[in-house]
Nanobody, 127 residues
Framework: HVQLVESGGESVQAGGSLRLSCGSS????????MAWYRQAPGEEREGVAS???????SYSDSVNGRFTISSDNAKRSVYLQMNDLRPEDTAMYYC??????????????????????WGQGTQVTVS
């Protein structure tokens, strides 16, 4: 049973930085695509960044150049360094994972239905 647990969300002023972490348990496949999504009230859940086991990454246009996704394959953990935060970054941030490589045939990062495992989310508020 795969479990993902996010941490690191908090309230921060515009221009500030945060680092989100996602720990996992129950990971059994050799390779996983892992990603960060976010959802603001009344909005659709949107992909923020994704990463493969080989370290290749993809970012949404809205965060490219400000956010950095990284992973520790040994720990099966994934991180999101967020710099130059803006009020529009305010959202619940979710960690997602799915066996295999990231599928970019439809979108980069992959669409949310490509992921079978989700965490409960961590709130980021930028004012």
């Amino acid at each position: 049973h795969v479990q993902l647990v996010e941490s690191g969300g908090e309230s921060v002023q515009a221009g500030g930085s945060l680092r989100l972490s996602c720990g996992s348990s129950g990971i059994r496949y050799r390779t996983y695509c892992m990603a960060w999504y976010r959802q603001a009230p009344g909005e659709e859940r949107e992909g923020v960044a994704s990463i493969d086991d080989d370290g290749s990454t993809s970012y949404s246009d809205s965060v490219n150049g400000r956010f950095t996704i990284s992973s520790d394959n040994a720990k099966r953990s994934v991180y999101l360094q967020m710099n130059d935060l803006r009020p529009e970054d305010t959202a619940m941030y979710y960690c997602a994972a799915d066996p295999g490589v990231c599928d970019y045939s439809l979108a980069r990062p992959p669409p949310k239905y490509a992921f079978g495992y989700w965490g409960q989310g961590t709130q980021v508020t930028v004012s």
